[in-house]
């Protein structure tokens, strides 16, 4: 599988880029997790985006949070989200090496200083096989279970452990707040398409 990975800022990004990005991420995010979330929001204009790409497909995918970025209270430091990696490109050490190819453009902008992450809970030993620590407890958000994460230094070369997969029952009234949610998505894309 050779997949080559960029590094954008949004402003690099073309209409093209943005749609498959904000396809994957409520393909992953939305539909897959059944979350009826926002996810398009305004820090997308101040990060960086990794896409990663096989034969021109985007396959992964995360944003690079740059410090002081997001929220009243922004954070010192830099963090990595909306880490997904579509589900027939899994099992394949991909979301390892979008993590290894975030954190590692982390420490070459942002130097030492510590990555955060909030991470699903049922991916704390992936995170902790990266070298992240826990430094919160457990929390909702957005329906899901989350868990906030540090990197204080490196990169842990072990290999990720074998991650159960997740099967939810779905729910009519859960598929079709997705559907709406995602023809939303599509429309905005759409519209910002038109207007550019």
Request: aromatic share 10%; with cysteine.
């Amino acid at each position: 599988m050779t997949v080559k990975f960029t590094i954008k800022n949004f402003d690099e990004l073309t209409n093209v880029d943005v749609y498959y990005i904000l396809q994957a991420r409520s393909q992953v995010f939305v539909v897959e997790q059944h979350c009826a979330y926002q996810d398009i929001d305004e820090i997308d204009f101040d990060c960086l985006h990794l896409v990663a790409h096989m034969d021109k497909t985007l396959v992964g995918y995360c944003r690079i949070i740059p410090p002081n970025i997001g929220g009243v209270a922004a954070n010192p430091n830099p963090r990595i989200g909306r880490v997904l990696v579509l589900p027939e490109y899994r099992r394949n050490g991909l979301a390892r090496d979008i993590m290894i190819h975030a954190i590692k453009h982390c420490r070459s902008k942002y130097g030492k200083k510590p990555i955060k992450i909030a991470a699903q809970t049922y991916l704390l030993a992936f995170y902790q096989s990266l070298g992240f620590e826990s430094i919160s407890e457990p929390y909702e958000q957005d329906g899901l279970e989350h868990i906030d994460m540090v990197l204080q230094q490196g990169i842990k070369k072990a290999k990720s452990p074998a991650m159960p997969a997740i099967s939810k029952g779905i729910s009519t009234k859960t598929l079709l707040m997705n559907l709406v949610f995602f023809i939303i998505a599509v429309a905005i894309v759409g519209l910002l398409y038109l207007l550019i």
